[in-house]
């Protein structure tokens, strides 16, 4: 079992900057590709980011790309979103996700994750 945990987020100004953490533990996450999602009240989750297993393969959202990245250390067993240039539409409880099938392959679907944190809160004002 891998046991996710996120970290980081916060309110921000629209413009500024956040890095969210996810930090894995039971497991190691090194065969495992890792995503971000995130949702708003009333809507399903939706997706972010993804990176895979080896770290060199990334995936982004349309909305996101270009301000955000994400990345990962496999010998800290955490996942980072660095988000730039924040938007009130970024406002959302974002979550990590992590599977250990198809690690080479980043699927966009919550229902392809198995193992997901608790979430953290990133709220933009403006």
């Known amino acids: 079992q891998v046991q996710l945990v996120e970290t980081g987020g916060g309110l921000v100004q629209v413009g500024g900057s956040l890095r969210l953490s996810c930090a894995a533990s039971?497991?190691?996450?090194?065969?495992?590709?890792m995503t971000w999602f995130r949702q708003t009240p009333g809507k399903g989750r939706e997706f972010v980011a993804g990176?895979?297993?080896?770290?060199?393969?990334?995936k982004y959202a349309d909305s996101v790309k270009g301000r955000f990245t994400i990345s990962r250390d496999n010998a800290k067993n955490t996942v980072y979103l660095e988000m730039n240039n924040l938007k009130p539409e970024d406002t959302a409880v974002y979550y990590c996700a992590a599977d250990y099938r198809r690690p080479g392959v980043l699927t966009t679907f919550p229902y392809e994750y198995n193992y997901w944190g608790q979430g953290t809160q990133v709220t933009v004002s403006s």
């Open positions: 039971g497991r190691t996450i090194s065969m495992y590709k």
């Open positions: 990176v895979s297993w080896t770290g060199d393969m990334t």
